[in-house]
């Protein structure tokens, strides 16, 4: 059972970054994609990024490429996601998700039913 934790959220203003953290435990295939999603009040939960494990190829959402960033340090079992030029509308809870499953287009990776396992989320509030 693969447990996901992330952390790094909190307040932040108007054109500050912020880097958010999703620890894996009990992972046993070396092979799987990590999504970051969000979800705002009242509003549906969306991808905002996804990663492979074997070939660390990326995928992001229109409304976040070029300010954000996802990597991972496989020694650390970690995936990160390091936002930039963050704005009011980034607001929402970010929660961390992971497949076994290697995903291989964007609409897989921003499918939440494709994820097996989730973390608790983490909120980032922009104020601005």
């Known amino acids: 059972q693969v447990q996901l934790v992330e952390s790094g959220g909190g307040l932040v203003q108007a054109g500050d970054s912020q880097r958010l953290s999703c620890a894996a435990s009990?992972?046993?295939?070396?092979?799987?994609?990590t999504g970051w999603f969000q979800q705002a009040p009242g509003k549906e939960r969306e991808v905002v990024s996804g990663i492979r494990s074997y070939d660390a190829r990326t995928y992001y959402a229109d409304s976040v490429e070029g300010r954000f960033t996802i990597s991972r340090d496989n020694a650390k079992n970690t995936v990160y996601l390091l936002m930039n030029s963050l704005k009011t509308e980034d607001t929402a809870v970010y929660s961390c998700?992971?497949?076994?499953?290697?995903?291989?287009?964007?609409?897989?990776?921003?499918?939440?039913?494709?994820?097996?396992?989730w973390g608790q989320g983490t909120q980032v509030t922009v104020s601005s």
């Open positions: 009990g992972r046993t295939s070396s092979t799987y994609t």
């Open positions: 998700a992971e497949t076994n499953h290697v995903l291989t287009t964007y609409l897989a990776v921003s499918r939440s039913q494709a994820y097996n396992y």
